[in-house]
């Protein structure tokens, strides 16, 4: 398992994932201003971000390999039908 990142090393990470890095909407200020998010909640929501791109990644895998296993089974339909 990975050191988890910290300080600007975090935001910068975070931001180059498309992460929010402000605080929760109900610790606005007057002014409308977010403060950043601590550490944990960012890396909570780093965490995710970086869980969701893998599974995206293998859902292509497996889409692929359901392709596969189908064009493979017609194969093998065409090849008996050929044979007989």
Request: aromatic share 4%.
């Amino acid at each position: 398992m990975s050191k988890l990142l910290a300080g600007e090393e975090l935001e910068k990470r975070c931001r180059d994932l498309g992460v929010d890095t402000t605080g929760e909407p109900r610790t606005q200020s007057v002014s409308g201003n977010r403060p950043r998010a601590s550490d944990f909640e960012l890396q909570r929501r780093l965490m995710e971000a970086e869980r969701s791109a893998r599974e995206n990644k293998l859902w292509v895998v497996a889409l692929v390999s359901a392709v596969a296993s189908v064009v493979a089974a017609v194969a093998a339909w065409v090849a008996v039908a050929v044979g007989k």
